[in-house]
Every structure is written in structure tokens, then in C-alpha cells.
Nanobody, 119 residues
Framework: QVQLVESGGGLVQPGGSLRLSCAASKSIFSIYAMGWYRQAPGKQRELVAAITTGGSTNYAASVKGRCTISRDNAKNTVDLQMDSLKPEDTAVYYC?????????????WGQGTQVTVSS
């Protein structure tokens, strides 16, 4: 069974930092690209950052330079380091694992972790 379990969310002041972590099932980690998405109230879920099995990364323009995604293939974890946080970063953050086979995309999601940036 595929499982993604997030941790590390919480309340932080503007300008502060948080590190989110996602633990994935060993059975998928080696063949799935990983990513972090977020969804703020009343808004669509959006990509924050993604990392391929080979380590190539991609970031949303809104977080580029402030966030770093990394994966540890030995521990089956993917982390998102977030610095210089802004109130507009407030959202539920979801860990994602995805793989494309031909024209079909397979996605798995974690349960989400709340990040609130407020003074």
C-alpha cells in the first residue's frame, strides 16, 4: 500500500522558516518523482516544488529562491525547506508522488499539513 506521511507544519512569523518532511513507501520512492503542492482557502491546489528521481528540481515562481526541495533515496523522504516565509504562503501543504506511464499519470497524495504564516 502506498503511503505518504507529512510532518513539520505549524505556525511561524513572517520572515521565519519551516522544514516540511514527507516519508514515502519504499515501494514507490525509487521510481516516482516527488513534489510538494499547497492549497489555500478558496484557491486551487498549486505546485510548490518538484524533484525527479534523478534529482532535477522545479519551483513555482512565487517560492523560487525561498524554498529548497530535496530527497533522500536511502531514507525514502522528501523535504521542503521554506525560508523568508510570507503570509501568502499560508496553506495546507501536500506531499505528492507521481509517475507517468505513456499517457497515464499516476498520483499519490499525503493527508496534508497546515502551514500558517502570521504575526
Amino acid at each position: 500500500q502506498v503511503q505518504l506521511v507529512e510532518s513539520g507544519g505549524g505556525l511561524v512569523q513572517p520572515g521565519g522558516s519551516l522544514r516540511l518532511s514527507c516519508a514515502a513507501s519504499k515501494s514507490i520512492f525509487s521510481i516516482y518523482a516527488m513534489g510538494w503542492y499547497r492549497q489555500a482557502p478558496g484557491k486551487q491546489r498549486e505546485l510548490v516544488a518538484a524533484i525527479t528521481t534523478g534529482g532535477s528540481t522545479n519551483y513555482a515562481a512565487s517560492v523560487k529562491g525561498r524554498c529548497t526541495i530535496s530527497r533522500d533515496n536511502a531514507k525514502n523522504t522528501v523535504d521542503l525547506q521554506m525560508d523568508s516565509l510570507k503570509p501568502e504562503d499560508t496553506a495546507v501543504y501536500y506531499c505528492n508522488a507521481h509517475r507517468e506511464v505513456g499517457m497515464v499519470r499516476y498520483d499519490y497524495w499525503g493527508q496534508g499539513t497546515q502551514v500558517t504564516v502570521s504575526s
